[in-house]
């Protein structure tokens, strides 16, 4: 099946600082999805990419769907304590006969020090 | 509308007892779906439906678990026997297509087995 490597497991990092996190994938995908789960929560979709190479932005957060389709970026900019939490990174392939459900990476924990 | 609706919130059932957990999808999504989440292998698919057929059951663990989805608005997860190792948040989720949309997600059911 298919895998897909998050990194970094979890960052430390002081309020206000930029945040980069990525996933790469063993095989292409169609779609790429970004989500962030609080604690007792469900995941809650924060941006989507449906285009290889595309760029796209929702306040301080920017993501990108690589050219290769097998990879993906989130950046937050000067994150601020809601930012905490757990980002997931989701691909989904559709193959003309149909669509798979998505695919999941093991998340980036933030956390944020005042 | 009121997004996906889950229930119970909580489970806590003894090892060998029916666990029934269930899911109202957001109105004239088509497609739903069902998530296992453990800290060892994060978010797993379990089944999708779409049009209340089941399309892909591949992730579901074991013959212990089945899913139904007799209406639109209505699907169960039910383990018998439930065993402590299916100690776990499950999540349903809904979108309105398979390609170029988003799934949206209920607050989960976490499921306690002893």
């Known amino acids: 099946g298919q895998q897909l490597n998050q990194s970094p497991q979890s960052m430390f990092i002081q309020e206000g600082e930029d945040v980069s996190m990525n996933c790469t994938s063993s095989?292409?995908?169609?779609?790429w999805l970004w989500y962030k789960q609080d604690p007792g929560e469900g995941p809650v979709l924060l941006i989507a990419l449906y285009k290889a190479g595309e760029l796209t932005s929702n306040g301080r957060l920017t993501a990108q769907f690589g050219i290769t389709r097998k990879d993906s970026f989130l950046n937050i900019s000067a994150s601020i304590p809601s930012d905490v939490g757990i980002y997931f990174c989701?691909?989904?392939?559709?193959?003309?006969?149909?669509?798979?459900?998505?695919?999941f990476g093991k998340g980036t924990h933030l956390i944020i020090q005042p | 509308d009121a997004g996906v609706i889950q229930s119970p919130r909580h489970e806590v059932t003894e090892m060998g007892q029916e666990v029934t957990l269930r899911c109202k999808p957001i109105?004239?999504?088509?497609?739903l779906f069902w998530y296992r989440q453990t800290m060892m292998r994060g978010l797993e698919l379990l089944i999708y439906f779409n049009n209340n057929v089941p399309i892909d059951d591949s992730g579901m663990p074991e013959d212990r678990f089945s899913a139904k989805m007799p209406n639109a608005s209505f699907s169960t997860l039910k383990i018998q026997p439930s065993e402590p190792r299916d100690s776990a948040v499950y999540f349903c989720a809904s979108s309105s297509g398979p390609v170029n949309t988003e799934a949206f997600f209920g607050q989960g059911t976490r499921l306690t087995v002893v």
């Open positions: 989701a691909g989904q392939l559709y193959s003309g006969g149909g669509a798979d459900g998505l695919t």
């Open positions: 095989s292409i995908f169609n779609t």
């Open positions: 109105s004239g999504h088509d497609y």
